[in-house]
C-alpha cells in the first residue's frame, strides 16, 4: 500500500521534544564553540584568535559573565594553553571595543538647493509644529485645560484655542496627573455647546516612565493608529525617568526632552510636553522654564503662559526653530474649560475704550486724526488725546505729519506677524 502524505494526520509534537528542538540552537551557541573553536591555534597566533572569539559571543548578546566562561574554556585548547590571566586581558579588550564609525557623507549648498522636502507639518499651524513642544505655566495655570481642549478640536476638526481651523487626526494624550473622572468631566463642559466626543481622541491616566519602555510603547501606539496628528504629555515629570544623581541637570533636561523630540521626529507627529514655569521672574519669559537651559534646548517649539491683566487673561509667548517669536493674548471661557486666542498681545488693549480706539485706527488704514476718531467712535475728545500717545509709546501706532496717527500693523493686520495663523495646512502624521 502506497503512502500518501496528504491524507495522514500527523500526531502533535510532544511539548518537551519540542522545547529540546528549540534549545538546539542556544546551547550550541554556549557549548559547541568552546570545545573546538581555539582547538590547535598554536602559539604566535592565539592572541588574535582568543580575541575574535570574545568579539563573536559579544555580537551574539552573551553576557559578561558566559563570554568569559566559553572563552576561559576555549582558551585551554590552543597550542599550548593561553595563559588565563591573558586571556580575561583579551576578553576585557572584546568588551570594550568599539568598531570602527563610518563617516557621515555631507552635502554642497548647491546639491541642498537643488533639494525638495515635505510641506512643514503643524497640529496648530503656526503655533505647534511637527516635533517637541514645551508647554510651560505655573501650577493651576490652566495648562492641562489648554491641552485637553486642543487635543479635542484636533480629534474633532473644529476650531483651536477657538479661533484657528485645524486638520481632523487622531490625539494621543498621556493625562498622567488626572483621573478618569476629572477627564470625563472636563469633556462634558468642552462640549457643553453641543459637540459630539470624537472616537480619535486616545486617553491615558497611567504610562510607564521613560526607563520602564514608556518611549518604546508611546512608539507603538502611534503606529497602532493610522493618522495622529498630536501627542499629549502631562507631565514631563511623570513621564521622565527619575533623576539617579549620575548626571548633570543640563545632560539629564537634554536628553529628557531630546528622547522625546527624537520619537516626534521618527513618527511625524507633533508632541505638546506640558511643564512648569518657575515662581521667580526673568527678563524672557522663555528663561522661567523649571530646570536647565537644557530643557529648553532640546525642543523645537516653546509656548509659555502666564497671567495678565486687563481685557485678556492671560498671554501665550511662542517660540522655536520653525515658530516666529510672538506674544498671544488669550481668554479663558469658564463655561467651556477653553482658552481663546484674542489676537497679538500688542494689539489687545487694557480696557474697552482702548480697545475700540486702537481697532478704529486699525480698521481705518491710513492716517486719522483726533477729532476722525471722535466721530467713528463716539469717544470723549479729551479721552481720545489722553489715550493716542499711549498707544505710541506701547508701540501699537505712530504719529504721522501733524495730528495724525496710524497703526503699526496695518489694516485688518494685513501687514502683521503669523499671517498664516488659523490657515490649514498639511497636517498629517504618520509613523514610517
Not at 167 to 195: C, H, N, S, W
Not at 383 to 393: D, G
Amino acid at each position: 500500500m502506497e503512502l500518501n502524505l496528504n491524507t495522514v494526520q500527523l500526531a502533535d509534537v510532544p511539548p518537551d521534544l519540542f522545547s529540546a528542538l528549540s534549545s538546539v540552537e542556544a546551547e550550541s551557541i554556549k557549548t559547541e564553540p568552546a570545545k573546538f573553536v581555539l582547538d590547535g591555534v598554536c602559539k604566535g597566533q592565539r592572541d588574535e584568535a582568543v580575541f575574535k572569539y570574545a568579539c563573536q559571543l559579544r555580537e551574539k548578546k552573551l553576557s559578561p559573565e558566559e563570554i568569559k566562561r566559553l572563552v576561559l574554556e576555549a582558551a585551554v585548547n590552543c597550542t599550548p594553553p593561553f595563559p588565563e590571566r591573558e586571556a580575561l586581558k583579551k576578553i576585557e579588550s572584546a568588551l570594550n571595543y568599539q568598531q570602527k564609525v563610518e563617516r557621515p557623507k555631507g552635502i554642497t549648498a548647491a546639491q541642498l538647493a537643488e533639494m525638495t522636502f515635505p510641506e512643514q507639518r503643524w497640529a496648530i499651524n503656526g503655533l505647534i509644529p511637527e516635533g517637541a513642544t514645551l508647554l510651560g505655566g505655573k501650577p493651576k495655570m490652566g495648562k492641562s485645560l489648554m491641552a485637553q481642549s486642543v487635543g479635542l478640536a484636533i480629534a474633532s476638526g473644529g476650531k483651536a484655542l477657538g479661533k484657528i481651523d485645524v486638520e481632523q487626526g487622531e490625539v494621543i494624550g498621556l493625562f498622567l496627573e488626572d483621573t478618569p473622572r476629572r477627564l470625563q468631566t472636563r469633556l462634558f463642559k468642552m462640549l457643553a455647546y453641543g459637540g459630539k466626543a470624537p472616537d480619535g481622541f486616545y486617553m491615558f491616566t497611567e504610562w510607564p516612565r521613560v526607563d520602564q519602555g514608556g518611549i518604546e510603547l508611546l512608539e507603538e501606539e502611534i503606529k497602532s493608529h493610522t493618522n495622529v496628528r498630536l501627542v499629549i504629555i502631562d507631565t514631563l515629570k511623570m513621564f521622565r525617568a527619575p533623576d539617579n544623581g549620575r548626571k548633570q541637570i543640563y545632560d539629564r533636561d537634554y536628553e529628557a526632552v531630546s528622547e522625546i523630540k527624537k520619537l516626534a521626529d521618527r513618527c511625524g507627529v507633533s508632541i505638546l510636553i506640558i511643564h512648569h514655569l518657575r515662581k521667580s521672574e526673568a527678563e524672557d519669559v522663555m528663561d522661567t522654564f523649571s530646570g536647565s537651559l537644557g530643557l529648553t534646548g532640546a525642543a523645537d517649539g516653546l509656548m509659555a503662559l502666564t497671567r495678565t491683566t486687563g481685557n485678556a487673561d492671560a498671554t501665550l509667548a511662542v517660540n522655536g526653530r520653525d515658530v516666529e517669536a510672538t506674544t498671544y493674548a488669550i481668554k479663558f471661557d469658564p463655561v467651556i474649560l477653553s482658552w481663546v486666542l484674542m489676537g497679538e498681545a500688542s494689539e489687545v488693549k487694557s480696557t474697552e475704550e482702548r480697545q475700540k480706539l486702537y481697532d478704529a485706527i486699525k480698521k481705518y488704514g491710513y492716517p486719522v486724526s483726533p477729532k476722525e476718531l471722535e466721530e467713528m467712535t463716539g469717544l470723549k475728545a479729551h479721552y481720545i488725546r489722553k489715550t493716542l500717545p499711549l498707544l505710541v509709546r506701547d508701540g501699537s501706532i505712530k504719529k504721522v505729519g501733524r495730528g495724525q496717527y496710524i497703526s503699526i500693523h496695518g489694516n485688518n493686520g494685513n501687514n502683521g506677524n503669523n499671517k498664516d495663523i488659523g490657515d490649514n495646512g498639511n497636517n498629517g502624521g504618520e509613523c514610517s
